[in-house]
């Protein structure tokens, strides 16, 4: 069965420093991974995705995720924080059959001014 | 604009009252699919539809129904709610990529819903 873990529940940095989200996926097979971002009481959307081409994922607003097989991973990481980036993460796997999608359970970032 | 709608989105209602909760979409996807998120817990899928008439249920689908008789639109319905049942609830479709993959999901604004 496929899963995916949010190592951290809350995540805390200053404005202009690194980001750094964890997810680690459980899979038999090559996963299709997602990350996606939910802004207070707003919807979801998508940041990036991995489908098995790159192992290094480039989405919006300046995120990127690496895929490493070997430690079963796909953090999503940032340069610089904005105050706009705080907001809920999840890291998504997709199901063996393409049919379902396996939400982690979150990771708030706060960012201090 | 490309986008999924929900309606209601806010709802207050009592135990055992029947409700509806609507979803559309206007980009031709095939999938479509509901979820419910509750803090702590991240979202969990309750039922899905990979077509017109083909719907499966997914991690949390007990006490809900849908149906998919139209491609853009799949209502979830709650024939007895519960207090259990109060939860933010998703509306999410998908475009096919391939034989039996889907793209990323485009996500509705959500349903409050608090069931009293």
């Known amino acids: 069965a496929q899963s995916v873990t949010q190592l951290d529940s809350h995540v805390s940095v200053s404005e202009g420093t690194p980001v750094l989200l964890r997810c680690n996926y459980s899979?038999?097979?090559?996963?299709?991974l997602f990350w996606y971002v939910q802004h207070p009481n707003k919807g979801l959307q998508l940041l990036l995705k991995?489908?098995?081409?790159?192992?290094l994922v480039k989405g919006i607003n300046g995120f990127e995720a690496e895929f490493k097989k070997s430690e079963t991973s796909f953090h999503l990481t940032k340069p610089s924080a904005h105050m706009s980036d705080a907001a809920e993460y999840f890291c998504?796997?997709?199901?063996?059959?393409?049919?379902?999608?396996?939400f982690g359970t979150g990771t708030s970032l706060t960012v201090i001014p | 604009e490309a986008q999924v709608t929900q309606n209601p989105r806010y709802l207050i209602t009592v135990t055992g009252k029947k409700l509806t909760v609507t979803c559309s979409q206007n980009?031709?996807?095939?999938?479509m699919s509901w979820y419910r998120q509750d803090p702590g817990l991240g979202l969990r899928q309750i039922y899905y539809?990979?077509?017109?008439?083909?719907?499966d249920k997914g991690d949390v689908p007990e006490g809900y129904k849908v149906s998919r008789k139209e491609k853009r639109n799949f209502p979830l319905i709650l024939e007895s709610p519960s207090p259990n049942q109060t939860s933010l609830y998703f509306c999410?479709?998908?475009?096919?990529?391939?034989?039996?993959?889907?793209?990323?999901?485009?996500f509705g604004p959500g349903t409050r819903l608090t069931v009293l």
């Open positions: 999410a479709s998908s475009s096919r990529l391939g034989l039996a993959d889907y793209n990323e999901q485009f």
């Open positions: 899979s038999s097979y090559s996963p299709s």
């Open positions: 991995y489908t098995s081409a790159a192992t």
């Open positions: 998504v796997v997709r199901s063996n059959t393409g049919n379902q999608f396996y």
């Open positions: 980009m031709n996807h095939e999938y």
């Open positions: 539809s990979m077509n017109v008439e083909v719907t």
